[in-house]
């Protein structure tokens, strides 16, 4: 379903309404609790890119969360500010004892250096700015591709189904998608 809010277009999947109303079925208040923080993760994107004079294009709501999409052309720097600001309020909620467990796995996740993840494509900014663009994909390539087979060994030693997932999607969206 898609509507149009303040300029926006709003995409409402099924994927998303099964998966809370599964959550209410189910009394999984893990699994709400992960959307929820998740969702407040984007949320700070949104504010964040308004608030730097960007435009939301569209909003997504599917079972694996809020995705954003926005055309604007910032700085380095601010691009920077834009995506490191959910990490930042997942960061804060971490510190501040709400909902450790999520909000640490969501930190930490979104800092790594592995791309769709923001603190890969924060990771891109920095050395697109310090070095020229063959250098910069470089030595872009060789810490994602280090950050990835880290965390699938580590995946794999401990049992951690959730992270080898994150791989995982890390890899075929890395496959998929070229790199903005």
């Given amino acids: 379903m898609k509507i149009k809010a303040f300029g926006t ?11 809370v109303a599964l959550c209410f079925l189910t009394d999984n208040t893990a699994l709400a609790q992960v959307m929820l923080f998740a969702s407040l993760h984007e ?5 964040c890119l308004i608030l730097l004079g960007g435009k939301v294009d569209s909003i997504s709501l599917s079972f ?5 999409r926005h055309s604007t052309c910032f700085s380095y720097g601010k691009e920077c500010l834009f995506l490191l600001s959910g990490i930042f309020v997942n960061g804060l909620f971490w510190v501040a004892g ?4 999520i909000n640490g796995a969501l930190f930490l996740i979104n800092a790594l250096p592995i791309y769709p993840l923001d603190g890969g494509r924060a990771l891109k ?3 697109n700015s310090l070095f020229d663009l ?6 872009y390539y060789f810490v994602s591709f280090i950050s990835i087979t880290v ?16 791989t995982v999607y890390a890899v075929i969206y890395s496959l998929c998608n070229s790199y903005d």
Wanted: a neutral charge; glycine letters at 6%.
């Fill in 134 to 139: 063959k250098l910069s994909d470089r030595i």
């Fill in 64 to 68: 694996v969360g809020v995705g954003l």
């Fill in 98 to 101: 709400i909902s450790t467990d």
């Fill in 151 to 166: 965390l699938f060994i580590y995946s794999v030693i401990v049992g951690n189904v959730s992270f080898l997932i994150i």
């Fill in 125 to 127: 900014l920095v050395l």
């Fill in 43 to 47: 949320l700070a994107h949104i504010i």
């Fill in 9 to 19: 277009t709003v995409v409402i999947h099924y994927t998303f309404v099964v998966f």
